[in-house]
Nanobody, 113 residues
Framework: QVQLVESGGGLVQPGGSLKLSCAAS????????MSWYRQAPGNQRELVAT??TDEDSVKGRFTISRDNARNTINLEMNSLKPEDTAVYYC????????????WGQGTQVTVSS
């Protein structure tokens, strides 16, 4: 059974930082492209960051990283803005002759003073 479990969401003030984590089980983690998506009320789900199988981290205002030994990915979010408020979802994706695409349950991030 595949599970993606997000953690680390919460309430943070504008300009603050937050770190999300996603723990995966039931998949061969190292072969999956991992991503974070988010969805705000009334909006479509959008891609936040993606990390491929051969990367350790991808840096930006939001930095995504992966630890293949621990089957986890992280999202370090800095300089947060109210418009970053959303439910953040972990995604695992692998394609050979079929597409394997899995989602976590989501974690709420609220940026507000």
């Amino acid at each position: 059974q595949v599970q993606l479990v997000e953690s680390g969401g919460g309430l943070v003030q504008p300009g603050g930082s937050l770190k999300l984590s996603c723990a995966a089980s039931g998949i061969v983690f190292s072969i999956y492209t991992m991503s974070w998506y988010r969805q705000a009320p009334g909006n479509q789900r959008e891609l936040v960051a993606t990390i491929s199988t051969d990367e350790d981290s991808v840096k930006g205002r939001f930095t995504i990283s992966r630890d293949n030994a621990r089957n986890t990915i992280n999202l370090e979010m800095n300089s947060l803005k109210p418009e970053d408020t959303a439910v953040y979802y972990c995604n695992a994706r692998y394609r050979n002759s079929e597409l394997y695409n899995y989602w976590g349950q989501g974690t709420q991030v609220t940026v507000s003073s």
